[in-house]
């Protein structure tokens, strides 16, 4: 009960805070995007092996990535060492209403990235909390109730692979 009355808290900032932030948005192709930021629940080995992949995939491509991943401590014990281009923060790095306070969170919401890719397949509030408040020019998202994406798609839940072709597949196909 106390963490569902901590968490509306938390939507009340967001919202709050939301409304505040001026960004231009506009839906924009692969090719055109020079920097990726990526948001992702690290809490899965897997999913970090998924993601690590697509990273490769967009240097390979010459774009510049920036990828956060949220670790829930109670389903991973350790954080990783943060790297060039991945960051982590965890459980432990949130304020009282569950808002991210770390500074690779901090970092990502500074930067203005052309494409931010959302694989936030478990709605994390902390996740959740640093895609919206994003100043990305373009978001790309899976569709649900809190949706604020530029570019939504409908997959089978919890399939993070599928998430990642379908957002590449969309993306290739916007041309300016």
Avoid at 138 to 166: L, R, T
Wanted: aromatic share 10%; proline share 2%.
């Amino acid at each position: 009960m106390m963490n569902g009355i901590r968490q509306k808290w938390g939507e009340l900032k967001l919202s709050q805070r939301s409304r505040h932030l001026s960004a231009t948005r506009e839906i924009i192709g692969f090719d055109q995007a020079d920097y990726f930021g990526i948001l992702f629940n690290a809490s899965e080995l897997r999913n970090e092996e998924i993601i690590k992949k697509l990273v490769k995939h967009l240097v390979k491509n010459q774009k510049k990535v920036k990828a956060v991943g949220f670790i829930d401590l109670k389903e991973r014990l350790s954080i990783p060492m943060s790297t060039l281009r991945f960051d982590y923060f965890s459980s432990k790095e949130l304020d009282f209403t569950f808002i991210p306070n770390s500074n690779p969170a901090i970092h990502f919401l500074e930067e203005r990235f052309d494409i931010l890719l959302d694989f936030n397949l478990n709605d994390d509030f902390p996740v959740r909390y640093l895609s919206r408040l994003s100043r990305a020019r373009c978001k790309v998202g899976m569709k649900s109730e809190s949706d604020h994406f530029d570019v939504s798609m409908m997959i089978e839940e919890g399939n993070m692979v599928q998430m990642v072709e379908e957002s590449m597949r969309y993306l290739q196909m916007f041309k300016k």
